[in-house]
């Protein structure tokens, strides 16, 4: 069994920063890609960024210079930092990995999700 966790969702004023994070846990045996979607009320998930498992990454045109993604391969975790946060930024916060898992597959799995809300 696999479970992916995000944590460090909240509040936060426009132009301000937070750090969000997905922990996978379970019988994981290898991660390769991990993704953050993002969902707000009323619109489809939006891909925000990508990571590989050698740290190479990709973002959404929308938070380029904005979000950071970052990986720690020994603690099953991907981070996203988003700074200079924006009223269209409010969505939840998803993550997406690809888990070699007790198949002996590669799988896709998915967080539930937490909720980043920028508002004044």
């Known amino acids: 069994q696999v479970q992916l966790v995000e944590s460090g969702g909240g509040k936060v004023e426009p132009g301000g920063s937070l750090r969000v994070a997905c922990e996978a846990s379970?019988?994981?045996?290898?991660?390769?890609?991990m993704r953050w979607y993002r969902q707000a009320p009323g619109k489809q998930r939006e891909l925000v960024a990508t990571?590989?498992?050698?740290?190479?990454?990709d973002y959404a045109d929308s938070v380029k210079g904005r979000f950071t993604t970052s990986r720690d391969n020994a603690k099953n975790t991907v981070y996203l930092e988003m700074n200079s946060l924006k009223h269209e930024d409010t969505a939840v916060y998803i993550c997406?990995?690809?888990?070699?898992?007790?198949?002996?597959?590669?799988?896709?799995?998915w967080g539930r999700g937490t909720q980043v809300t920028v508002s004044s």
């Open positions: 997406n990995a690809e888990i070699l898992d007790s198949t002996d597959e590669y799988r896709d799995y």
């Open positions: 379970g019988t994981v045996f290898d991660i390769n890609t």
């Open positions: 990571i590989t498992q050698s740290h190479l990454t």
